[in-house]
C-alpha cells in the first residue's frame, strides 16, 4: 500500500492583500462562520417548534394533543424509510434530512398556520361570508402558502448543500422528508381537535370523528403531503442537472413544479366540495395514479443512477484508482449490502462504515463524471474530483477486498477455459473473469 498521498500537495495561498492580519480568506465576517450559521438556524428551527407547540396545544387542549401527537407520529417512521430506500444509491447526509423534517415540521408548519389564518380572517371580513372564507382559504390560500413553505427548505438545500444535490432523485428525498414534517404537524392538530369534538360529543370507537380523520388522514392518504411537495422536489431535481448557464432552466423548472404542487393540493382540498363522493373520486382518480406514476419515475431514476455507476466508473478502474471489479459491485445494492457485511463480519463495524463511505465517495464521483461529460459540471469539477479520489484512496485497503468478495459473488457464472499457465484465480486478485495481476498499476497515477 502505498503511504504517498493521492495527489500532489500545494502551498497554502497568502491571505487577501486587505484582509486583516490573522484572519483568513473565506472568514472575513463572524456571520460567515459555520458554526454561527449552524446556531442561527437551529435557534430559528427552535423556537418556531416553541411557537408551534404552543399554538397547537392552545387549539387542542393537553389531553388532545397528546392523543393527536400518538397517532400523528405512526406513519412518521414508514415514509421516513420509504424515502432513505429510495436514497440508498448516493445516500445524503442526516443532517440534511434532520433540517428537512424540522423545516417541515416547526417552520413551514408555523409559517402555514399564521398566514392560513390571517388570510381567511381577512377573506371574511372583506366578503362578510365567513363559509365562502374557509372554502377559499382551503382551497387557494392554504395549497399557495403551504407548498411555497414546504419547497423553502428544498430551495435552502438545493443553494447552500450543492454538493449533496445532484438530481431527481435527491430532490424527491428532501421534499419528501419535509412534507412529512409538516404532515405530521398538520395531523397532531387535525386529530387532537378531533378529539376534543368527540370529548364534547361522547362518540366513541370507529363512529368518532377521531377514528374517521385518523382513517382519512393516517391510513387513507399518509402520502398526501409528500406526494404534492415532490412535485417541487423533481423540479430543483431537474434544475440541479442543468449546466450552470442555463439559468432560465434552473428557475423555470423548479417554478412549474411548485405549481403543480400548489394545483394538486389545491384539487386535494377542493374535493369535499365536488359532491357527496368528490373525495374519493379525487383519490381514485387523481391521487392514486399520480402516486403510481411518481413512484415508477423516481424508482426508474434509481435504477439510472446505478447504471451510471457501471458506465462512469471503469475509467478510473482503467487509471489504477479501482480494482477492475468495482464498478460492477457498485452498480449493485446486493453487492454493495454484500460488501458491507464481509467487511463487518473479517474487520468489525468501523471497517463496514468505511464501506459504506467508500461506495457514497465512488457513486458521487461517477455522477460527477457524468456531468462533466455532458458539459453540466461545475467550475470546480477538478478540486471536487481529486477530493473524491483522495477519499477512495484512503480507505481501498478495506473496501478492496470486501468489494472484490461481492463482485465474486454476485458476477454471474461465466465458463473460462483453463490456461497452460498459472493464473491467481477464475476471478484474479479482486476482480472479473479474466483479471489478471498486475493488469492496472497497484500505485497513484497522479503521483506518477
Not at 438556524?41 to 392523543?67: D, K, P
Not at 457514497?360 to 453540466?376: I, K, V
Not at 469539477?381 to 479520489?389: A, K
Amino acid at each position: 500500500m502505498a503511504t504517498f498521498p493521492p495527489y500532489p500537495t500545494y502551498p497554502p495561498q497568502p491571505p487577501h492583500p486587505g484582509a486583516p492580519a490573522g484572519r483568513a480568506l473565506g472568514h472575513a465576517h463572524w456571520w460567515q462562520r459555520r458554526g454561527v450559521r449552524y446556531g442561527a438556524l437551529s435557534t430559528l428551527l427552535a423556537l418556531s417548534g416553541l411557537v408551534i407547540l404552543a399554538l397547537v396545544r392552545q387549539q387542542t387542549g393537553t389531553e388532545g394533543f397528546l392523543v393527536g401527537l400518538g397517532l400523528a407520529v405512526l406513519p412518521v417512521p414508514l415514509l421516513i424509510a420509504a424515502f432513505r430506500w429510495l436514497d440508498r444509491v448516493a445516500p445524503g447526509p442526516w443532517r440534511n434530512l434532520l433540517f428537512s423534517f424540522a423545516w417541515g415540521a416547526c417552520a413551514a408548519a408555523l409559517i402555514a398556520i399564521v398566514a392560513n389564518s390571517f388570510a381567511t380572517r381577512w377573506i371574511a371580513t372583506a366578503t362578510a361570508d365567513p363559509s365562502s372564507a374557509d372554502t377559499l382559504g382551503a382551497t387557494v390560500i392554504a395549497p399557495v402558502v403551504e407548498e411555497s413553505a414546504k419547497a423553502a427548505a428544498v430551495l435552502l438545500v438545493f443553494l447552500f448543500r450543492r454538493r449533496d444535490f445532484t438530481g431527481i432523485v435527491d430532490g424527491v428525498v428532501i421534499a419528501g422528508i419535509t412534507a412529512t414534517g409538516f404532515a405530521f404537524t398538520e395531523n397532531i392538530l387535525y386529530l387532537g381537535t378531533a378529539f376534543g369534538t368527540d370529548q364534547l360529543t361522547g362518540d366513541r370507537g370507529i363512529a368518532s370523528v377521531t377514528a374517521a380523520t385518523f382513517f382519512v388522514r393516517v391510513i387513507m392518504s399518509p402520502f398526501a403531503h409528500p406526494l404534492f411537495t415532490v412535485l417541487s422536489g423533481i423540479g430543483f431535481g431537474l434544475a440541479a442537472t442543468a449546466a450552470d448557464r442555463q439559468h432560465a432552466r434552473r428557475v423555470l423548472i423548479p417554478l412549474c413544479g411548485l405549481l403543480l404542487a400548489m394545483g394538486m393540493h389545491a384539487m386535494w382540498n377542493g374535493s369535499s366540495t365536488f359532491g357527496e363522493f368528490g373525495f374519493f373520486a379525487v383519490y381514485a382518480v387523481f391521487m392514486v395514479p399520480a402516486f403510481g406514476l411518481l413512484t415508477w419515475l423516481v424508482i426508474w431514476t434509481r435504477q439510472r443512477e446505478l447504471r451510471t455507476v457501471r458506465e462512469e466508473l471503469p475509467a478510473y478502474a482503467a487509471a489504477g484508482w479501482l480494482t477492475p471489479a468495482e464498478p460492477f459491485a457498485l452498480g449493485s445494492m446486493r453487492a454493495r449490502r454484500l460488501a458491507r457485511d464481509y467487511a463487518a463480519h473479517h474487520y468489525g463495524k468501523p471497517a463496514a462504515q468505511a464501506v459504506l463511505q467508500y461506495e457514497a465517495y465512488a457513486t458521487s464521483l461517477a455522477f460527477l463524471r457524468h456531468r462533466g461529460r455532458r458539459g453540466r459540471a461545475g467550475a470546480d469539477f477538478s478540486v471536487r474530483e481529486r477530493e473524491l479520489l483522495a477519499e477512495l484512496w484512503n480507505r481501498r485497503e478495506i473496501a478492496g477486498p470486501a468489494l472484490g468478495y461481492a463482485a465474486r459473488a454476485t458476477a454471474p457464472p461465466v465458463p473460462v477455459m483453463a490456461p497452460p499457465w498459472p493464473m491467481p484465480g477464475a476471478y484474479g486478485a479482486y476482480g472479473y473473469p479474466g483479471y489478471q495481476a498486475g493488469s492496472y498499476p497497484a500505485y497513484n497515477p497522479y503521483q506518477s
